[in-house]
């Protein structure tokens, strides 16, 4: 196997590696940024490609209209043991 794909390869597991952890610890700045990023692709004039790569970048919506900021797990609490 060639160096380049070595470190291609090891380049990809970091970047899925960091995208995980940073879901996992701050998913309200993980949405802030998705739609940062997804915002401006959508706008009127953009070609239909643009639009398309929009909806796969933004974040789901929400029921609560982002009240809480959080992990969007807005379903009641378990029972404590």
Do not use: H, K
Not at 23 to 48: E, H, K, S, W
Not at 53 to 76: E, F, H, L, Q
Request: aromatic share 8%.
């Amino acid at each position: 196997m060639p160096l380049w794909l070595q470190y291609v390869i090891v380049g990809l597991v970091v970047l899925l590696a960091l995208w995980m952890f940073l879901r996992r610890q701050f998913p309200g700045t993980v949405r802030r940024v998705r739609i940062a990023i997804a915002a401006p692709l959508v706008r009127d004039g953009r070609p239909a490609w643009m639009r398309r790569v929009a909806r796969v970048v933004a974040p789901p919506a929400s029921g609560n209209g982002g009240a809480c900021g959080g992990c969007d797990n807005c379903g009641p609490e378990p029972p404590r043991r």
